[in-house]
C-alpha cells in the first residue's frame, strides 16, 4: 500500500479488536439507525473469508436462516460495528470456507473446533503437580493396601 495513503488512514484503523479467524463463529454487534433511532444488531455466524489489510480489511459471515444460507460482509474498521465476540473457535484447514455454500442443515456449521480437552487436562495436571504431589503418593499407596486386603483373604 501507498506509504502516503497508509499514513493518513492510520488514524482510522482500529487497534482494539478483538482477534478472530477464519472459521470461528461470532457474534457482530452492529449499530443500526431507523430514523433518529439508533440500536444495537447482533448478527451470529461462521467467518467464511478474510480480505484486505489496512483500511479495507473486511470479513464475510455466514448464517443459516430458515434454512437458507446468508452472508453478509464487514469492514473490520467500520465505525458502525460496536464489537466482535468469539463464540467458539476453530481450526479451518483453509483461508476461505466457501465449500460450506453448496452444504446444508448441520453439515453447514460443521467446522473442526479447537480440542479444548487437551489445554484443560494440561492445566490441571499442573496445579495438581504442584499442590497435591503428597496426596497422590498416599492415595496411591491406600490403593495399593486395599487391593492386597482382599488377595491375602482369598
Known sequence: MNPIIQEI?????KNDTTPFKVG???????????????RVQVYAGIVIARKGHGIH?????RRLSYGEGVERVFPVNSPNIEK???ERESEAMRARLYYLR????????AIKEKDRAAAIHAEKVASQGKSGAAETSGSEASAAGATAEPANKS
Request: glycine letters at 8%.
Open 9 to 13: 488512514t492510520a488514524a482510522q484503523v
Open 57 to 61: 480489511e473486511t470479513f464475510t459471515v
Open 24 to 38: 470461528d463463529g461470532v457474534r457482530v454487534h452492529t449499530k443500526v439507525r431507523e430514523g433518529e433511532k439508533e
Open 84 to 86: 466482535i465476540e468469539v
Open 102 to 109: 453448496r452444504r446444508t442443515g448441520k453439515a453447514a456449521v
